[in-house]
């Protein structure tokens, strides 16, 4: 088989430049939603009135609905009710609404693996309800859920290639465009594999070092 | 070792709690005196440890009054942040944090709750890991230490608040015999220095030595409260007679 390597040069910068897209949706994206999870389970886990059964809703509504839907509603369905955002923002607010209900569920499991007598031990040397949170029931949580969390930020940055659908130029878009203009479909689909293991192999790596580093004290090795 | 002419650190009256329409308690009373050690035993389920926990407010109560320090512990105006640094409680599963060294476990109540300094409170720490002898281990991790050593740091963590009594929760349950020695030597020598105690146990050669009284309860209520010589030799009721005699063989 030939592969027009001409083709692959000649492409490059729009690939380098869809990828910094992508990394930049994934990036916020994540971010976001790990920020969301965190609250939500916070709110979960105190069992705030009104705010615990809007955080339910939530949860519900954004893990079982898929987010292709969700980005229509946001760019199409909001313009039609006077809202317009830009279409990043629409991409970033769709990805974060949909990592937030993972992130809070991961959290949510981490925090309720941490046993009710550590509570008590934290709270027999006289610590406050936010101190508990910050220095006994988080470190743990993180400790425990830290895998789940992981595969929630590689997932959410593998998402981000459905955000093509609203006229974004990420990866999957631009890869679209390219097949569409040059019928060079398996050279594209190349680049297109090639950058997205460029972009989530490093983040798993490092995900992998993190979730080492803060899993040591509890289970060692 | 008569103490009951000491001032009164700990008094409860009538204390009642219940579990949804279980009684757990039903009406103890009891006073502590200041060094006084008193050893609760009983058959399990009598509501020992329940009695432990009400103190420090990890259980509700619902009657009667516990007055420590000559304030109130019923209501919902406790302060129980406040309180909670004046008594120690050492649990079954040492419930050490995992997360953090032995001296990070140690330093997180005394620099974040009480705010004191940090540079004081690691000398009393190192004052305090000295006399239980794991001075070389306050940078593992719990998880590298034996039962009977986490045990040791769990009491070297609730004595490092200065607290003014200390709440034994069948500290020793949980552990292998040989490591049940080294954490009862560390009590009696607390007991020693004139701290004040409330110590639940199964271990009944430990409680004779270490104890000013012993509380004997049962179905929550108090049988008896005597000297441990006279407990154990010759106890006033049938109910403690017939537990005493399951541990000889």
Not at chain 1, 72 to 98: N, V
Not at chain 2, 160 to 173: Q, R, S
Request: hydrophobic share 45%; charged share 20%.
């Amino acid at each position: 088989m030939d592969i027009n390597w001409q083709f692959i040069i000649s492409t490059l910068p729009l690939y380098q430049k869809a990828a910094w897209i992508t990394i930049k949706l994934g990036f916020w994206g994540t971010l976001l939603s790990l920020v969301i999870g965190l609250v939500c389970s916070i709110i979960l886990y105190f069992r705030i009135k009104v705010l615990k059964e809007l955080v339910e809703i939530y949860v519900e509504l954004s893990r079982n609905t898929p987010l292709l839907i969700q980005l229509f509603f946001l760019y199409f369905g909001l313009t039609k009710l006077g809202i317009t955002m830009s279409e990043t923002t629409c991409a970033i607010i769709g990805l974060a609404f949909l990592g937030g209900s993972y992130m809070s569920e991961a959290f949510r499991s981490g925090i309720e693996a941490v046993s009710k007598t550590q509570i008590e031990s934290g709270l027999s040397i006289g610590l406050s309800q936010m101190q508990l949170i910050r220095y006994v029931i988080l470190p743990q949580a993180f400790a425990v859920t830290m895998p789940s969390l992981a595969a929630n930020c590689i997932f959410l940055f593998k998402e981000t290639s459905i955000v093509g659908a609203i006229a974004i130029a990420e990866l999957m878009h631009v890869t679209q465009d390219v097949i569409g203009m040059y019928y060079q479909t398996f050279e594209s689909l190349f680049m297109l594999v090639a950058a997205y293991l460029i972009i989530i192999l490093p983040l798993s790596f490092l995900l992998t070092w993190l979730e080492r580093k803060v899993r040591y004290a509890e289970f060692g090795n | 070792m008569n103490k009951e002419n000491h001032q009164v650190l700990l008094e409860i009256k009538d204390l009642h709690k219940e579990y949804d329409t279980r009684t757990v308690l039903d009406g103890i009373h009891l006073r502590v005196h200041k060094g006084e050690v008193i050893v609760v035993l009983g058959p399990s389920g009598c509501g020992k440890s329940t009695l432990l926990r009400c103190l420090n407010g990890l259980e509700s109560i619902q009657g009667g009054d516990i007055q420590f320090d000559g304030e109130s512990l019923v209501g919902s105006n406790v302060d129980w942040q406040k309180t909670r640094q004046k008594i120690g409680m050492v649990f079954q599963n040492y419930d050490l944090f995992p997360h953090m060294t032995v001296i990070e476990n140690i330093l997180l109540g005394p620099i974040k709750v009480q705010k004191r300094e940090k540079k004081e409170v690691m000398e009393q720490a190192a004052q305090l890991l000295e006399k239980v002898g794991l001075s070389d281990r306050k940078d593992s991790y719990p998880r590298q230490l034996s039962g009977g050593q986490k045990q040791r740091i769990a009491i070297v963590r609730a004595l490092c608040m200065n607290p003014e009594i200390m709440l034994f929760d069948e500290v020793t349950a949980a552990l292998d015999p040989e490591m049940v020695r080294e954490v009862l030597d560390v009590i009696l020598g607390l007991a020693k220095q004139g701290m004040t105690m409330m110590i639940v146990t199964h271990e009944m050669g430990f409680a004779q030595a270490v104890a000013d009284r012993i509380l004997f309860i049962d179905e929550g209520r108090v049988c008896e409260i005597s000297e441990p010589k006279e407990f154990f030799t010759n106890p006033k009721t049938e109910r403690a007679q017939q537990f005493l005699n399951i541990f000889q063989f």
